[in-house]
């Protein structure tokens, strides 16, 4: 291959580690200095800096380099433009070290079953993960955010404003409440006191 060899590696949460990527990377050619990165964003966020540092980057006869698929995006409609704007540029996409060939109707096909089964993962993750927040939640173990005042303070706060004796400000002054989250914690007052 001629031109230079640019590198992009994904990883979807900060806690993750991209040194098996840029181990792959660097074994498919691409030196150190020409690996982008984005580390805390999903595939399915087309606007990543590291990303769009690597689209720019490329120029023609240059090749983007990943070492799955599924790094450069979760989405068949992201993956599918993301390869026409590397074509248009005349840069050639390498997938794990095999050449995406736009001209190619196998290679055509290939990445569309490839972009199509990176979206599918994608989608399985996202339903696992409302699955088991639901049965989390029905076993209490995912109680959401807890209130800041306790069933009693909240009480207090509701008299204190309806006596009318405090003004909004004076209020979140003595409840440490902004006053949206004043107003909020209100509200919930009311709806316990009908219960």
Same mark, same amino acid.
């Given at each position: 291959?001629?031109?230079? %060899?640019?590198?992009?590696?994904?990883?979807?949460?900060?806690? =993750?580690?991209? #040194?098996?990527?840029?181990?792959?990377?660097?074994? /498919? $050619?691409?030196?150190? *200095?020409?690996?982008?990165?984005?580390?805390?964003?999903?595939?399915?966020? #087309?606007?990543?800096? $590291?990303?769009?540092?690597? @689209?720019?980057?490329?120029?023609?006869?240059?090749?983007?380099?990943?070492?799955? /698929?599924?790094?450069?995006? #979760?989405?068949?409609?992201? %993956?599918?433009?993301?390869?026409?704007?590397?074509?248009?540029?005349?840069?050639?996409?390498?997938?794990?070290?095999?050449?995406?060939?736009?001209?190619?109707?196998?290679?055509? %096909?290939? +990445?569309?079953?490839?972009?199509?089964?990176?979206? +599918?993962?994608?989608? %399985?993750?996202?339903?696992?993960?409302?699955?088991?927040?639901?049965?989390?939640?029905?076993?209490?173990? @995912?109680? $959401?955010?807890?209130?800041?005042?306790?069933?009693? =303070?909240?009480?207090?706060?509701?008299?204190?404003?309806e006596s009318g004796e405090y003004t909004a400000g =004076?209020?979140?002054?003595?409840?440490? /409440?902004? #006053?949206?989250?004043?107003?909020?914690?209100?509200?919930?007052?009311? *709806?316990?006191?009908t219960l």
């Open positions: 291959m001629d031109g230079i %060899l640019i590198g992009y590696a994904r990883c979807s949460t900060a806690g =993750q580690d991209l #040194r098996a990527q840029r181990t792959a990377l660097k074994r /498919l $050619g691409v030196p150190d *200095d020409r690996i982008y990165t984005d580390k805390g964003y999903t595939g399915r966020n #087309r606007h990543r800096p $590291g990303l769009r540092e690597a @689209l720019a980057a490329c120029r023609e006869g240059d090749t983007l380099v990943v070492s799955k /698929l599924d790094r450069l995006g #979760r989405s068949a409609v992201d %993956l599918r433009a993301i390869a026409d704007e590397l074509e248009a540029k005349g840069t050639r996409l390498s997938i794990g070290g095999s050449v995406h060939d736009p001209t190619d109707p196998t290679g055509k %096909l290939f +990445f569309g079953m490839l972009s199509l089964m990176a979206e +599918f993962e994608s989608d %399985l993750i996202r339903a696992r993960t409302r699955e088991g927040m639901a049965e989390a939640k029905k076993a209490g173990r @995912l109680k $959401g955010k807890q209130p800041k005042l306790s069933a009693l =303070q909240r009480k207090r706060l509701l008299a204190d404003y =004076q209020l979140c002054e003595i409840s440490g /409440l902004s #006053r949206s989250a004043m107003y909020a914690t209100l509200r919930r007052a009311r *709806d316990e006191s």
